[in-house]
């Protein structure tokens, strides 16, 4: 069964710090991995999806890679913006293709 | 493109009323899910579906009711509210190997 883990729990750093955010799974054999962002009281907004034959997928100041060996994923935000705080979640579809969840990350950018 | 809709994005019922939260995507998935986020939570998969004609029981699914006639449509029905249901429900669709896209959310509230 797939089991998805991040770390850390929480976060809070000063503006314009270059940060980085854990996921790792417990089943290499993945369709894709998906990093969300959800803002208090809102919706899920989907950031970056990697492919399983992907090393990484870029947008703009968030670089996501995938390491499939070591069950691991790495999203890194550059240049840390207020705007940026909110829950990011990792997520990874199973077998029969329902999403499982990380816990989450809760990340504060202090003006 | 509309992407995933839900309605309605507010509602309020009484103990033992039934109700129908609709959700709908114009993006041709086949996979179709329903969760549910109480506050300061995370999301629990209530019921999802990999087709039409198919669905299958999440890890809360008890008191809930899904059917899945067409691809677009995957309607989640409230047998007899109560107030441990009230939550934010979100629904989301995924074809293979694309990402998972989420709805904006109904907030209930059972009284």
């Known amino acids: 069964k797939q089991e998805v883990t991040q770390i850390p729990a929480a976060l809070s750093v000063p503006e314009g710090e270059n940060l980085v955010l854990n996921c790792s799974f417990t089943d290499s054999a993945i369709y894709n991995l998906q990093w969300f962002r959800q803002d208090p009281g809102k919706g899920l907004t989907s950031l970056l999806l990697i492919q399983s034959s992907q090393r990484e997928q870029t947008s703009g100041r968030l670089n996501a890679s995938l390491d499939k060996s070591s069950g691991r994923s790495t999203l890194y935000i550059a240049a840390s913006q207020p705007g940026d705080s909110a829950t990011y979640l990792c997520a990874l579809p199973d077998s029969s293709y329902k999403l499982i969840f990380g816990s989450g990350t809760r990340l504060l950018v202090r003006p | 493109n509309a992407g995933v809709t839900q309605t309605p994005k507010f509602q309020v019922l009484k103990t033992g009323q039934s109700m129908t939260l609709q959700c709908a995507q114009d993006m041709n998935h086949e996979y179709m899910s329903w969760y549910r986020q109480d506050p300061g939570m995370g999301l629990r998969l209530i019921h999802y579906?990999?087709?039409?004609?198919?669905?299958d029981q999440g890890e809360v699914p008890n008191g809930y009711n899904v059917s899945r006639s067409t691809t677009e449509d995957f309607p989640l029905r409230l047998l007899s509210a109560a107030p441990s249901q009230t939550s934010v429900y979100f629904c989301?669709?995924?074809?293979?190997?694309?990402?998972?896209?989420f709805g904006s959310g109904t907030r209930l509230t059972v009284v």
């Open positions: 989301a669709s995924s074809g293979r190997n694309y990402g998972y896209t």
């Open positions: 579906s990999v087709g039409a004609g198919i669905t």
